[in-house]
């Protein structure tokens, strides 16, 4: 049946879905073509509220860790997850991010990454590209080249808030794009994370 899941569970974490805006369409996302992911039905017809979601989230208080990650870029919540991520600090519990990383494109009057110390403890940003046209062209910003660059800063910005900072990328990108994109974690002095294509 389908319905609006907000909170789902994977691999002994409990994730949050906000929303289904993304600034990007990825050639390679997991929600191409999909209603479901792992069974869970990911596409809302409503935007849930901060408290909502924290009612939603009282079954789940078992969980160590909540990942904001769904259907969308949750960036687009920014407000809910300041709000959601200060109510799970409250419960001692982890949290992650995983973004897009166009936080000053999505937030421009904000300083993310400033907001977020102390309510996020990892944020995990898709690099998936060594440049901003190979991001373009699999990523299809509708920020254009610009997408690239502003995840960059976001990147950077976490480290400098001192907030563990992950890349990643999809193995889709093949070989060559991947020991680019090491450097390029290098560089920034983050962790590069590798995943597996989701077919």
Not at 43 to 63: G, H, M, N, R, T
Not at 104 to 130: C, H, M, T
Not at 148 to 167: D, E
Request: with cysteine.
């Amino acid at each position: 049946m389908k319905n609006n899941t907000v909170v789902y569970t994977l691999n002994q974490k409990a994730y949050i879905n906000l929303t289904n805006r993304c600034s990007n369409r990825c050639d390679f996302c997991i929600r191409n073509g999909r209603e479901t992911f792992y069974d869970y039905y990911l596409w809302l017809d409503k935007e849930p509220s901060a408290s909502e979601v924290i009612k939603q989230l009282e079954p789940f208080l078992s969980y160590d860790e909540f990942v904001f990650c769904g259907f969308g870029e949750p960036l687009f919540r920014f407000d809910v997850i300041l709000e959601v991520a200060e109510y799970l600090k409250s419960k001692g519990k982890k949290t992650r991010l995983n973004t897009n990383g166009q936080a000053d494109l999505i937030l421009p009057q904000r300083d993310a990454a400033k907001e977020i110390k102390g309510l996020i403890d990892i944020v995990s940003i898709s690099l998936n590209a060594s440049d901003a046209e190979k991001y373009q062209s699999i990523c299809h910003c509708s920020f254009g080249v610009e997408g690239f660059y502003s995840m960059l800063r976001f990147a950077q910005s976490c480290k400098n808030q001192g907030i563990k900072t992950v890349l990643s990328v999809v193995d889709y990108i093949g070989q060559e794009e991947i020991e680019k994109a090491k450097k390029i974690a290098r560089k920034l002095g983050v962790e590069l994370r590798i995943r597996k294509y989701a077919k």
